[in-house]
């Protein structure tokens, strides 16, 4: 797709984060069944959840365009999701990997608010109401996963430490 004007980016940016999005419906599972503590196990779990409903949001998003989800990688989460399997890998059960996944959560989190705000703000311009409402539907929920997470890192990083 060549990109030609604001409603083409809009599009380019939308396809991004779908495929991010299906990137990490894969990597959450596999998150949750690395992580140690309870309380991010559920964390991961939980998303995994919201996620499901994000990729819904967006494909009602693709229909006020005429163009279908999928098509296009997303090599930035593609990346980061490899840094949180390299953590699972390279680090053993338990608090300091909890640690570590947090952060490597927090790293994709903070992708996909970028990602979200920059098309909210797109559809903003471009006067699409109801695509920006959606938008920033997601928006939010990154914004309130990312705040859990701090929440958690406060307690599991503690915990870490004194390991």
Do not use: W
Request: glycine share 6%.
């Amino acid at each position: 797709m060549k990109i030609e004007n604001l409603k083409d980016l809009l599009v380019h940016e939308l396809k991004d984060l779908y495929s991010a999005e299906t990137q990490i419906l894969e990597a959450l599972p596999k998150m949750a069944e690395a992580a140690h503590s309870q309380e991010l196990k559920k964390a991961f779990n939980d998303h995994l959840e919201e996620t499901k409903g994000q990729k819904k949001r967006l494909e009602e998003i693709f229909k006020h365009f005429d163009y279908k989800p999928g098509g296009q990688k997303c090599d930035a989460a593609e990346g980061l999701i490899e840094e949180g399997e390299e953590i699972i890998e390279e680090l053993d059960k338990g608090e300091l990997r909890d640690a570590a996944l947090i952060g490597a959560a927090q790293r994709v989190e903070h992708y996909e608010m970028a990602g979200y705000g920059t098309a909210r703000t797109f559809a903003e311009v471009l006067g699409l109401s109801e695509v920006q409402r959606l938008l920033q539907e997601t928006l939010d929920q990154e914004g309130e996963a990312n705040k859990l997470l701090t929440e958690l890192s406060q307690k599991l990083n503690r915990q870490a430490a004194s390991v």
